[in-house]
């Protein structure tokens, strides 16, 4: 487990590199959703709101990961993260 500090650092993060996950900087920003999908799938625990959250999140970041990157599934993460972020927020 992080800190909701580190997870939160991670959510944000996943944030820049899916809205770059398109241009040349692919490879950094795979690694990047790689370890906030991680980050977030090691943090899981009761069945509360930012569990749910990172739930979504693990989900929506492997469709791109092992996937084809579409519009709809970066729309899908983006709008996963932001949940994220706004849950962790909630917690600090």
Do not use: C
């Not at 580190?6 to 490879?27: D, Q």
């Not at 959703?33 to 999140?57: F, Q, Y």
């Not at 983006?78 to 706004?86: H, N, T, V, Y």
Request: proline residues 1%; hydrophobic residues 45%; without cysteine.
């Amino acid at each position: 487990m992080v800190s909701f500090n580190e997870e939160l650092e991670a959510a944000k993060a996943a944030r820049a590199a899916v809205n770059a996950i398109l241009t040349t900087e692919r490879r950094q920003g795979l690694a990047t959703l790689k370890n906030a999908s991680r980050v977030a799938i090691l943090n899981l625990g009761s069945g509360d709101a930012v569990n749910e959250a990172r739930g979504r999140v693990g989900i929506a970041l492997s469709s791109i990961m092992y996937g084809l990157p579409t519009a709809e599934k970066i729309n899908k993460a983006k709008s996963a993260i932001d949940a994220w972020i706004k849950e962790l927020e909630r917690r600090l």
